[in-house]
């Protein structure tokens, strides 16, 4: 496939600053989508969405202390390349996720400590979707099928947001005290099948601040065998 460079990628040109990747958002068996802890619901299901709706405001919080786990199958198998972990405030962005790719058994509060992590990761907030968190090098990001992903502890806990209306009287804010808030969660690489349905690929340029929109085009577009 067609390699387009973005800044973290390691290629050896990173001047030219784009982010050509797949969303596996779509991928995601729907029904398998579980959320530990979370204090809405179903609310996993609405932040795991379709990388065009990752700016919406939809959102999943913990019903206590500042964790959840998120679990889940795909539909097919893929090779992860990237994550996205998106919360619109800074006060409420997560500190660390815990990867596991592909777990023997279900991760849960009971024994998600008897596990090595596939990939500890030190998030950021990034509430444009601007700096993917890149994979690569181990083979096990090759042959993905299942993930859980567990969430803790905020990153900036002392921030204080701007205190406007809109935002003392936004649910993330006013509803969920000193628990971290998230977004969006957004899985990003390649398809292992590339004979199958073309697909969505999301293209990014370097972001410029009068236009950021990402523009969608399919693998046949872009002239990939199909």
Known sequence: MQHV???????????????DLYSLNESISRGSI????EKRADSIRDVICNYENRFGTSFVTPEDDNEII???TFNEEVKLKGLLVRS???????????????????????????FKPTQLIQLQW??????PIVFRGAPVYNTVN?????????LHPDHTEEQTDEVVND???????????VNFIGFLGNFTNTNKRAVKAIYEAAPVASDHAAQEITRQSLGFGL
């Open 70 to 72: 998120v679990r889940f």
């Open 126 to 131: 990034d509430p444009k979707c601007e700096k």
């Open 88 to 114: 619109q405030y800074k006060s409420k962005t997560p500190k660390t996720a815990r990867l596991y790719i592909n777990p023997s058994t279900d991760i849960d509060f009971s024994n998600v400590n008897d």
């Open 146 to 154: 299942s993930i859980a992903l567990y969430i803790s502890d905020r």
């Open 34 to 37: 579980q959320c530990l802890n």
């Open 5 to 19: 460079h973005f800044s973290s990628c390691g290629c050896g040109d990173e001047s030219k600053g784009n982010l």
């Open 171 to 181: 649910p993330q804010i006013s509803e969920t005290g000193d628990q971290l808030c």
